[in-house]
C-alpha cells in the first residue's frame, strides 16, 4: 500500500515513464518505420520494428534513463536512404516522425485531460488534486499531466541535433556533406561529450536548463490549445 500524496505521485510519475517506454517509445520507432516505407525503403518492416511490441524496440541502457531520468530511446530503426528519390529530405523526414509521435501522444493526453474536465465529477478532482487531497480520479489526472510532460520531453530531446538523435538526422538535411562526413567519422566522440553534458545538466536548477525550460513552455502552449473545451462544454 502506497503511503502519503507524495509516495504517489512519485509512483504516478514513474509510471507515466514506464508507460512512455513500453507504449509510447515502441509507437516512435514505429513512426519513423512507417515513414521510411512510405518513402520506399522498407527495411524497418522486413525487421519487424513496425510493432507496437515494445521488446523489439527496446535498449537497455535507454530504458535505465528513460525510467530514471525521463529522457531515453529506443533502439534505432535501420533505415536505407539510398531507396528514397530524395536521399537527405528522406532521411530528414524518416528522423522528425519520431519526435512528431511523441507530440501527438502528448496532445491526445491533453485532449484526454480537457474532456475529463468537461465533467463535474472530474472538475471537482482537478480542485483536489490542486489542494493535493488526492484520489483516483485526481490521480488519473496527475497521470495524464506526466504524460503529456514526459512526451514533450521526449520529443525535445530527440530533436537535440546531436548524434545518433533524431534532430541530428534532420539537420543533415540542411549542412553541407562535408561537415555531414566530419560529424559521422567523429560521432562516437560527439556522443560521448553530449551525454556527459547531459548528465552534468541533470543537476543544475530547473530555471538555467534550457530542456526544462522548453518543456514547461510547451506543456502550457499545448493545455492551452485544449483547455478551450472544458471552458466551452463544461458543466
Known amino acids: 500500500m502506497i503511503g502519503g500524496n507524495l509516495d504517489i505521485q512519485t509512483f504516478l510519475k514513474y509510471f507515466a515513464r514506464i508507460a512512455t517506454l513500453l507504449l509510447v517509445l515502441p509507437l516512435h520507432e514505429s513512426a519513423h518505420g512507417l515513414m521510411a516505407k512510405w518513402l520506399g525503403d522498407d ?7 513496425i510493432s507496437l511490441n515494445p521488446f523489439v524496440h527496446l535498449d537497455p541502457f535507454g ?3 528513460m525510467v530514471l531520468g525521463g529522457f531515453g530511446w529506443a533502439k534505432p530503426v535501420e533505415v536505407n536512404p539510398t531507396r528514397f528519390k530524395n536521399y537527405r529530405a528522406g532521411y530528414a523526414m524518416t528522423a522528425l516522425a519520431g519526435p512528431v509521435s511523441n507530440l501527438l501522444a502528448s496532445f491526445v493526453s491533453a485532449l484526454a485531460f480537457a474532456i475529463i474536465l468537461c465533467f463535474r465529477s472530474g472538475q471537482e478532482a482537478y480542485i483536489r488534486l490542486i489542494t493535493n487531497q488526492l484520489d483516483t480520479m485526481s490521480c488519473l489526472l496527475m497521470l495524464l499531466q506526466f504524460l503529456i510532460i514526459v512526451n514533450i520531453g521526449l520529443a525535445l530531446f530527440n530533436l537535440i541535433p546531436v548524434p545518433p538523435l533524431d534532430g541530428f538526422n534532420i539537420l543533415r538535411a540542411f549542412i553541407p556533406e562535408k561537415c555531414d562526413r566530419w560529424v559521422y567519422q567523429h560521432q562516437r566522440e560527439i ?3 553530449f551525454f556527459a553534458l547531459f548528465l552534468f545538466m541533470n ?4 530555471q538555467y536548463s534550457p530542456l526544462a525550460r522548453a518543456s514547461e513552455y510547451l506543456y502550457r502552449l499545448m493545455m492551452k490549445a485544449v483547455l478551450w473545451i472544458p471552458d466551452t462544454f463544461g458543466a
Open 43 to 49: 527495411t524497418a518492416q522486413r525487421q519487424g520494428r
Open 63 to 65: 530504458s535505465i534513463l
Open 191 to 193: 556522443t560521448y561529450v
Open 203 to 206: 543537476f543544475v536548477p530547473t
